[in-house]
């Protein structure tokens, strides 16, 4: 993966953006089950999610991840993949201490202009509901949902695509 152009979020110089390595890993499974409980999911939701929000070393190779650090911290990262002619969100989570500060767009505009770069033209992402305003104001457009049913509580999950320039 081509690193991004060292982008930054915040004031602080300390304020970047760079690949992940594997060392990162823990910290990157730490920060989604965060972010997810921030929106106030119960409990057993969470642990029956543990193993679509942890990541693993392989995933590295699979995807290409982005973090944003801030004075050395990581405080939130993005995953994306190629399916063919398209990509996929695979996370995009922001540790809820820096929800707000630019992170989330720094970290989506950093894989959009790598995915551009490797000439992709469309991002898909299966958004969680409390996220569908943050990809909208991007300028994604929802093309769908997709059901993510938890136990008899009918959910669905929008499906949401935004044109690579």
């Not at 060392?23 to 999610?49: F, M, N, S």
């Not at 299966?126 to 009918?154: C, K, N, Q």
Request: with cysteine.
């Amino acid at each position: 993966m081509a690193g991004p152009s060292k982008a930054t979020f915040g004031a602080s110089s300390g304020d970047h953006v760079r690949p992940a390595a594997s060392a990162d890993v823990p910290a990157l499974t730490e920060i989604a089950h965060e972010a997810k409980r921030h929106w106030g999911y119960p409990e057993e939701w969470i642990e029956t999610w543990g193993e679509l929000l942890t990541l693993k070393p392989q995933d590295l190779a699979a995807q290409d991840v982005f973090i944003a650090e801030s004075a050395g911290t990581v405080v939130g990262f993005c995953s994306v993949s190629r399916q063919g002619d398209s990509w996929d969100v695979e996370h995009m989570w922001v540790h809820p201490g820096h929800m707000g500060r630019n992170v989330g767009r720094t970290l989506m505009v950093c894989a959009i202009r790598h995915i551009s770069r490797q000439g992709g033209r469309v991002l898909t992402i299966e958004s969680d509901p409390h996220a569908e305003g943050f990809y909208l104001r991007l300028g994604a457009r929802r093309i769908g949902e997709v059901p993510a049913h938890m136990g008899t509580t009918r959910r669905f999950l929008p499906l949401l695509e935004l044109s690579i320039r």
